[in-house]
């Protein structure tokens, strides 16, 4: 199973590093910079209110099909039709709720505008993730890994399009980017739906009012627990653009570095796709859990520090690259920023794990709790720091969160860890800050100093056991033999 992990890990990684860096650098960062700071935090922080509601469209649907498709993919053709006419429903209730708030909260006539563009991107977004889980449930991993970046690719080509030819580059404005996105969203959607129809034939079968409901009162505590996870992960956005006079400006510097944490967290976000199905299918067959635990959370661990490691040392140089209107206020928002992705990538496995085995009672208080924390955190630290504030509530939020999803998985699954794989763990992380500090005192030009640190760090990693040498070695040799 560990090997089966590497390959389909390797394939996914490599599949999403061609395309969503160029998403990121090439295309976003590149639109960020075309207009005035507040511009970019004004569709930042409608953006993020898209996504606050946005639970409603799937209610726990995505994460309850993952798991049911995994352990019988004789449902599908059933399941299929019915949960897609459930989607339709729910689509409707979340654009009346997110435009009613919206109206209360204050939204002038452009961000109403961008608001109901982007919430039809939510909508086509929770259709594609929920026709992947139907290809993830079924183990076509490298399929999901193709469909996970057809958005983005096609978003690529049309704003490409739009920012360079000579017919649209003088008229740009920022809701032809989010035009551009709805219409590769509307395709991806199409050819996932086709692919699903190519390996299951959908079933007549309409569900009675009563299963529905049924399915329904099943995903609840999937849907309460996303819920809760996106309000404490998305909110701080649009309480910086609300509660500060320059909210918009601030949103925008805040955005700048919140683009770059969300880009890492993806690749989180692809372990929790691969892991779900597999822990869930190991729970069904009852093996034992903790290899596959331990090697994917060490192996997302390193990723992690060395990342935000990487990014902290280094900030001042990346966001002078990256951002023309960047100051040092720019850089100290990143450099602590980036440090989230350390507690988060613990998340992403151990809070996977007990999805997968229906702990969502737990699951839901520990959100709850995160997201009271997090909002009484900004209410106080917003005011007075601006997004710098927002930066240390998240940072505190994510560290506690993560130690809470560490503690009840390994209670609920009896692991039992030695003292050292814990400071083995913690003195990679020393020693990973102490190289870098060395490695940024020479005198060479930054890049290649982030280079040498990064690939030091990583033979650290090696050297302590941490990077899966092997497994990677057997998916190379397997592939020689294919």
């Not at 309850?64 to 059933?78: D, Y």
């Not at 770059?260 to 034992?288: C, K, S, W």
């Not at 870098?436 to 990064?454: C, F, T």
Request: net charge positive; charged share 15%.
């Amino acid at each position: 199973m560990r090997q089966k992990f590497a390959i389909n890990l390797g394939f996914l990684l490599t599949v999403n590093l061609l395309i969503k860096p160029f998403w990121i650098f090439g295309i976003d960062r590149v639109i960020q910079n075309k207009f005035p700071v507040g511009v970019y935090g004004t569709y930042f922080a409608v953006f993020n209110y898209s996504f606050l509601l946005s639970i409603i469209l799937d209610f726990g649907i995505n994460n309850f099909n993952s798991r049911a498709i995994s352990r019988n993919n004789k449902r599908l053709g059933e399941y299929l039709l019915n949960l897609m006419m459930v989607k339709g429903v729910l689509s409707i209730i979340y654009f009346v709720l997110t435009f009613l708030s919206a109206l209360a909260t204050g939204f002038d006539e452009l961000q109403m505008r961008m608001l109901f563009f982007l919430a039809v991107n939510q909508i086509l977004l929770s259709l594609i993730i929920y026709l992947r889980t139907n290809i993830a449930a079924l183990q076509y991993f490298k399929t999901d890994s193709l469909i996970s970046t057809l958005d983005r690719l096609l978003a690529i080509i049309f704003c490409l399009a739009l920012l360079y030819l000579p017919a649209f580059k003088d008229s740009f404005n920022i809701m032809w980017f989010i035009y551009a996105q709805t219409l590769a969203l509307v395709i991806t959607a199409i050819v996932a739906f086709l692919i699903i129809m190519g390996k299951s034939p959908i079933k007549i079968k309409i569900w009675k009012g009563k299963f529905t409901r049924m399915i329904l009162l099943k995903s609840a505590p999937f849907a309460t627990l996303a819920l809760l996870m996106g309000v404490y992960y998305r909110i701080d956005a649009v309480m910086i653009e609300r509660m500060l006079p320059n909210g918009d400006s601030e949103a925008g510097i805040y955005a700048a570095s919140f683009r770059l944490l969300d880009a890492v967290n993806q690749f989180g976000y692809l372990f929790a796709t691969l892991l779900l199905p597999m822990f869930a299918a190991m729970i069904r067959r009852n093996e034992h859990l903790r290899q596959l635990v331990k090697f994917s959370s060490e192996l997302l661990f390193v990723i992690a520090i060395i990342t935000a490691a990487d990014c902290y040392f280094f900030r001042n140089e990346m966001m002078t690259l990256l951002y023309k209107n960047s100051t040092p206020y720019w850089s100290q928002i990143f450099g602590w920023l980036m440090f989230t992705f350390v507690p988060m990538s613990s998340i992403y496995v151990f809070g996977t794990l007990l999805t997968a085995n229906g702990n969502l009672r737990v699951l839901n208080y520990i959100a709850l709790g995160g997201m009271f924390l997090n909002v009484g955190l900004n209410l106080y630290m917003v005011p007075h720091y601006g997004a710098l504030g927002a930066t240390f509530a998240t940072l505190i939020t994510q560290f506690l969160a993560a130690w809470a999803h560490i503690v009840v998985a390994n209670k609920t699954f009896g692991f039992v860890y030695k003292a050292r794989e814990f400071f083995k763990l913690l003195a990679f992380a020393m020693l990973s800050c102490l190289v870098l500090a060395l490695i940024k005192m020479l005198p060479v030009d930054w890049e290649i100093g982030l280079v040498l640190s990064s690939l030091a760090c990583l033979l650290l990693a090696a050297i302590a056991r941490l990077v899966p040498v092997t497994e990677f070695m057997a998916m190379i040799r397997l592939r020689g033999t294919s």
